[in-house]
């Protein structure tokens, strides 16, 4: 009987001990005021090949050419980046994909430095250029194909 509460005592420590070392479930949370932010640029070709090229330049190298996560930088990475063609993806709301776009979390940096018209989407906005709602738009026509 010692024996068998020995070895259940050690099990309930391992296991313990386990669950402070494992990974942790760490969602990306959106601020609500960007979760509530529509995209005020139109979808149309000017815009959609605008954010093309936003696109290839800053996206391209870990979310793949058609928006599958599987780009050239992909496997070097911690976790595989988002499948922009997705369900769950294409669900977010514009200000959720503009916000995680320009702050990133984690593997996915945040691009408020490097995508240009960005100072009012820091100030909580997509702002008065069309640079940050052409990318949504973009992003948008990943879902098609």
Not at 121 to 126: A, E, K, L, R, S
Not at 139 to 144: I, V, Y
């Amino acid at each position: 009987m010692k024996y068998v509460i020995m070895i259940l005592g050690i099990v309930t420590l391992t296991v313990t001990n386990f669950s402070f070392v494992l990974p942790q479930e760490d969602p990306w949370k959106v601020p609500e005021k960007y979760e509530k932010l529509k995209n005020p640029i139109v979808a149309d070709q000017a815009s959609i090949q605008s954010g093309n090229e936003l696109y290839v330049e800053h996206c391209r190298a870990c979310h793949g050419t058609n928006g599958k996560g599987d780009g050239v930088k992909a496997e070097s990475l911690n976790k595989m980046p988002s499948d922009f063609t997705s369900t769950t993806f294409q669900k977010q709301t514009d200000g959720s994909l503009l916000y995680k776009i320009y702050f990133g979390h984690k593997d996915m940096p945040g691009f408020k430095k490097r995508i240009p018209d960005n100072k009012d989407v820091i100030d909580g906005t997509f702002g008065k250029t069309r640079g940050p709602g052409d990318l949504i738009n973009y992003l948008r026509t990943l879902a098609k194909k």
